[in-house]
């Protein structure tokens, strides 16, 4: 059981249980009825979270995100009414300005970092401005694919928590899901694209892989932590730059490769 504060929310993530209900669609866990409209009710599902650096997780985890995606051929999400659009370039830009806005502390963090990242983002950001990419036909979305949101039994696979579920293209959530998994995979982007064919459709966005949304994320996100929480987190956050700096100039050359 989950209690939600937020009533559209816990209406939202009901709404779509019960459309993937109606279709019979196997990769999520159903909702019991119950009479609190702020509580969401499922069965127990004995799983575990997926671990990205495994092959054949991260199949099991993109097969069903594919499936998902594809729902749209039988459920018109638009017409719910309850997703809202998920704008990628915008929400990167929102993240990008506060992370300036809040350069004094990361600075700190960061030391020199810092202008690496800050000059790696904004490229990548007019980059993306500059390119014009082919439009989608819009789906729902799960909106959160990070690792322990993929339950598996055996061979079994569900998507759970969907409360930041939203409608946008397959492609947007796909390159989220590849910034999850490249710092997993020591960023070997050419491997995950022979690996998983359903990959593909986020081709002409390979460049959106140059932006460190992860980096980003994760530093604003140690802002919010108590003192002593962020002496827990220090070490986790330098890890994930020194990986990326390392293999940073490696991936734009796979990208640049795969687009060309």
């Not at 350069?103 to 000059?119: F, M, P, S």
């Not at 910034?179 to 690996?195: G, S, V």
Request: aromatic share 12%.
């Amino acid at each position: 059981m989950k209690y939600y504060e937020d009533g559209f929310i816990a209406q939202k993530v009901k709404m779509i249980h019960r459309e993937l209900e109606n279709i019979q669609f196997p990769y999520h866990i159903p909702v019991e009825e119950n009479e609190e409209p702020n509580i969401l009710k499922q069965r127990w599902f004995d799983g575990k979270s997926v671990d990205y650096k495994r092959f054949e997780h991260q199949y099991f985890a993109i097969y069903a995100l594919q499936q998902l995606h594809e729902t749209n051929e039988k459920i018109n999400w638009d017409e719910t009414g309850m997703l809202s659009l998920y704008r990628m370039p915008e929400k990167w830009m929102r993240r990008f300005e506060r992370f300036i806005a809040n350069e004094r502390e990361l600075r700190r963090l960061l030391k020199n970092n810092y202008d690496d990242l800050v000059k790696h983002a904004s490229n990548a950001l007019n980059t993306m401005a500059q390119r014009t990419v082919p439009s989608e036909t819009k789906t729902i979305l799960h909106g959160d694919v990070v690792h322990h949101n993929v339950m598996l039994r055996g061979e079994e696979v569900k998507l759970i928590d969907f409360d930041l579920a939203s409608l946008g293209e397959a492609s947007d959530e796909i390159i989220l899901w590849l910034h999850r998994i490249m710092p997993q995979t020591k960023y070997n982007l050419q491997q995950a694209m022979n690996d998983h064919p359903y990959l593909q459709i986020v081709q002409p966005k390979l460049h959106y892989l140059n932006y460190p949304n992860e980096i980003l994320r994760e530093c604003l996100f140690y802002l919010k932590l108590s003192d002593r929480q962020k002496i827990a987190c220090y070490p986790f956050i330098q890890s994930i730059v020194y990986e990326w700096l390392k293999y940073k100039d490696s991936l734009a050359e796979q990208i640049e490769i795969l687009q060309n």
